[in-house]
């Protein structure tokens, strides 16, 4: 099956004009309301929000005490929200309110039984918003779908891994199966599920990543030779500069408030780059300070914000580095030469092309005028140490890996790496998004790892490339791709184009979902499907030899271990690497792989991890370490693995970002009151926004020009790559403080906008943060 095409191929666009008409957020009982939000983020509000959730959860009694064990040193289990890292100092509690939703959700007391899916057939299912499908509550046995009845019914797990086995061994090539991982699976899940793909056949391993961080980790891979970030919080501790792009750090990172806090208040600068000023650019009440909460001592979080226009990130830190080559000659201090001549590559070319761009056209791509760029700048040669730090509003581009390029160019100016407080540090999203890829979920596996793979676990692992994401579901549209697995995750709400994704995942001959909650991609099924419910990270896992625990990793490379202790929400449930076991074992009748020796006790299947992994070594002893391990970083001891032994310069041309006459660059978000495809809520709580979601921020001349009242009811047309057109209808155009040019929405609505041949030529990633748009008053509206 050829992988390489793809991108030439011309996307038809096979769109009905409104694909999700059952709404995604809960039926609103009230009228919206868009007011804006003048408190500090988390303090008080957060902490009503998360009574309201563990109300509605009924699980008063049982939340606390769960949210009290987690992310405790040697012991309790990993948040299963967020990657940011555990406190340094171990024992110290840092709960955040989106944290404890993500908790509370899963510990839910609903159940969906058997007598529930006999009551309600797949079609009426479909017809339910996301909210009520999730809202059932935690699924308790596996089930089929049977055609006849249009329902799910029973099935035993045997018969339900027999299903998975016979379909696997009847393909003509294992290229026709795709295993999807989302980013909250366990490590051990995780190595045991990669080594089933490669034992089959196949590289087909898209995960999450391919939608989030593919650009981090392929500009961090090129620029210094690791795909990851290089700093720790010690770091964040004791930096005097933080660059926070991109992020809406309040919402989705929680925990990095109390470290912004921490910052402002030792009198580092923090300087905060996003189109919209979000609450952590603001100030916050710090989530574990309760005291601080009673008293509504705030503290700022933010010492400068900018807000350039929608993908303008590149041009400002060129621009940033153009003033400090500029200083430079005046001032030798402002560039760190000694650091760039022993460790670098390419700065000459570098410098050359600072110097040819023209402040006007980096002021005109990053819609920032030269002082605030200047500004910027400036804090940044005043620090000695600095960070900087991004996520999606970075990634999520044509030229997000040229971004995080730029990044890099920045950092290494003034010698800021491989040193304390210093560094770039990307915010990766799932709770074990990073431990997926370093564990081996890589549709792009080097040969390094597939001949440690060969060697430890006797296999003959194929070494042509596989599908990710996007080339999966075009895979499966044409037909090449009969067999879906997803490990977590809501495939068909979260990937772009929801019209392709769900006629793809209607054409596979079997689709099988491993989760905990009901959702679409349940009810949008192929023409065999199978639901298989598994424990969450909250519930104790019994396995032969004893109570399991299992590892993740966080955003910045540390391992430790996960221990569920509740009992679990239904006898029936097995583990995430049972699960793969048993897929494993019926669809290889002849693996000598010892899948039933590995669920006994997980500690064999870290023993074969810590001999093919690289930085695994003694896993089992240093993942118990009271705070676990970190990963051994190369580049942060600047030793750089790139071609030329040094950390690499890029001189990427500055993409042309300025929106066309009309048109509007559309960035697709969350809202504070989701994660990802699971809505908490209508409400965007620091944002101002309740009981809507169909919503488009704009700024008020760009709306005044169309003749768009505030509030008033909008159609959005999105236009492809290919020309290609797709629609929103009737949603509600809000005033927001964005710059001109500019739109923003909530994902996972928006994916209808997000034509699948849209995705970057750099990274192969769905370009959900920069969709060509134009808005009109809706039609008869
Ligand atoms: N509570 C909660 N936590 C989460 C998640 C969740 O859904 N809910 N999701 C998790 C996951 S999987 C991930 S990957 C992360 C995502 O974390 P984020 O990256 O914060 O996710 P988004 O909501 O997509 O927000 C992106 C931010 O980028 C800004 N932005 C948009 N375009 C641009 C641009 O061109 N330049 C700049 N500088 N900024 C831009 C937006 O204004 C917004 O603030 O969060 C993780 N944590
Ligand atoms: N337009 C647009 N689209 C986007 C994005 C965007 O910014 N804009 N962001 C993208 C990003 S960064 C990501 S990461 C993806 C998210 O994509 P996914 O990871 O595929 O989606 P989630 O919504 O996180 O998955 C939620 C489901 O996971 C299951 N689940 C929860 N806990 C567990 C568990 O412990 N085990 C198992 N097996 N299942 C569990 C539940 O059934 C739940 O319904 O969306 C992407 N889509
Ligand atoms: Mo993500």
């Known amino acids: 099956m050829s992988t390489e095409n793809a991108a030439q191929e011309p996307q038809e666009s096979r769109q009905s004009p409104e694909p999700l008409e059952p709404r995604v957020g809960p039926t609103p009982d009230a009228a919206p309301q868009v007011r804006p939000y003048h408190h500090p983020a988390a303090g008080w509000g957060a902490a009503k929000s998360v009574t309201r959730v563990l109300v509605e959860e009924r699980e008063l009694v049982d939340g606390p005490r769960a949210i009290m064990r987690m992310n405790h040193e040697n012991g309790g289990f990993d948040c ?72 799910y019914v029973p099935i035993s797990w045997k018969e339900a891994f027999e299903v998975v086995g016979a379909a696997l061994r009847g393909l003509d090539d294992p290229n026709r199966a795709s295993f999807y991982t989302s980013g909250r699976l366990g490590n051990e899940a995780t190595f045991l599920y990669q080594l089933m793909a490669r034992e089959l056949g196949t590289n087909n391993l898209p995960d999450c990543s391919n939608m989030c961080h593919e650009a981090s980790g392929r500009a961090l891979q090129a620029a210094l030779g690791t795909g990851k970030g290089t700093v720790d919080l010690k770091d964040w501790e004791s930096a005097d500069a933080l660059f926070i792009l991109g992020v809406n750090a309040a919402s989705n990172a929680p925990r990095m408030l109390t470290a912004l806090a921490e910052a402002e208040r030792r009198g580092a600068q923090i300087v905060h780059v996003n189109p919209l000023v979000e609450a952590a650019a603001t100030r916050t009440i710090v989530p574990h300070e309760f005291l601080d909460m009673a008293l509504f001592k705030s503290t700022r979080t933010s ?35 000694t650091f760039v001549e022993r460790h670098t590559a390419g700065f000459e070319e570098y410098r050359a092309l600072c110097a040819a761009t023209p402040w006007e056209k980096l002021e005109r791509q990053s819609g920032l005028s030269r002082a605030d760029i200047l500004r910027a700048a400036r804090v940044y040669t005043e620090a000695d140490r600095s960070i900087v730090s991004w996520c999606l509003g970075l990634t999520q581009h044509e030229h997000g890996v040229d971004t995080v390029r730029e990044i890099v160019n920045l950092l290494l100016l003034r010698g800021n790496i491989g040193r304390e407080g210093a560094g770039p540090s990307p915010v990766r999203g799932h709770s074990n998004v990073q431990g997926n890829r370093t564990c081996g979920i890589d549709h792009r596996p080097t040969e390094a790892f597939l001949d440690r793979l060969a060697d430890a676990c006797g296999i003959d692992p194929p070494r042509e490339h596989g599908l990710d994401t996007v080339r999966t579901i075009q895979a499966m549209r044409d ?168 950390a690499e310069f890029s001189t990427a ?29 209508d409400d965007d709580r620091y944002r101002g926004v309740k009981n809507l979601r169909t919503l488009v921020f704009m700024n008020r001349a760009d709306m005044r020009e169309r003749g768009i009242a505030d509030m008033g009811a909008v159609d959005i047309t999105s236009t492809a790559k290919d020309g290609s057109h797709r629609y929103l209808k009737g949603y509600t155009a809000v005033p927001y403080d964005i710059p001109r040019g500019c739109a923003a929405g909530y994902m996972p609505e928006m994916n209808v906008l997000c034509a699948l041949g849209d995705y970057s030529t750099q990274s192969d990633q769905p370009i959900m943060k920069h969709v060509k748009v134009t808005i009109v008053p809706a039609a008869g509206g």
Request: net charge negative; with cysteine; aromatic share 6%.
């Open 653 to 681: 041309a500055l993409p042309d970002v300025v929106p066309e006459p009309g048109t509007l660059a559309l960035g697709t978000m969350r809202s504070h009151d989701q994660w990802n495809t699971t809505i908490y809520s």
């Open 303 to 337: 010492t400068l914000n900018l807000q350039p226009r929608i993908g303008g990130d590149m041009a400002l830190l060129r621009g940033m580095a153009k003033a400090v080559l500029e200083q430079s000659a005046s001032d030798p201090k402002a560039l760190d030469a």
């Open 479 to 646: 037909g090449e791709v009969k067999v879906f697995v997803a490990m977590g995750g809501n495939f068909a709400l979260a990937a772009p184009d929801t019209a392709a994704t769900y006629a793809a995942l209607r054409s596979c001959d079997l689709t099988v979902q491993v989760s905990t909650k009901l959702n679409r991609s349940h009810v949008v099924h192929g023409r065999a499907a199978l639901i298989l419910p598994c424990l969450g990270r909250t519930e104790k896992d019994h396995q032969r030899k004893g109570v399991q625990r299992t590892s993740v990793e966080d955003s910045m490379s540390m391992v430790h271990l996960s221990l569920g202790m509740k009992r679990p929400a239904s006898p029936h449930l097995l583990s995430e690497p049972a699960i793969v076991a048993g897929m494993a074992r019926a669809a290889l009748p002849d693996s000598e792989t010892p899948w039933d020796w590995y669920i006994e006790d997980y500690d064999r299947i870290r023993d074969t991890m810590a001999v093919v992994l690289d930085g695994f070594e003694d896993f089992n002893r240093r993942v118990r370490l009271p705070l676990g391990f970190r990963i051994k970083q190369p580049a942060r001891e600047l030793v750089f693995l790139t071609p030329s032994g040094r």
């Open 80 to 151: 299963p929200g967020c990657a940011w890292p555990d406190d340094t100092k171990g024992l110290r509690l840092d709960i955040c309110e989106n944290g404890i939703k993500h908790v509370t959700w899963e510990m839910t007391r609903k159940r969906v039984d058997r007598a529930f899916f006999a009551a309600h057939s797949v079609t009426e299912l479909a017809g339910w918003s996301d909210y009520d499908l999730e809202n059932q509550g935690r699924l308790t046995e596996p089930m089929a779908y049977d055609p006849e009845s249009d329902h």
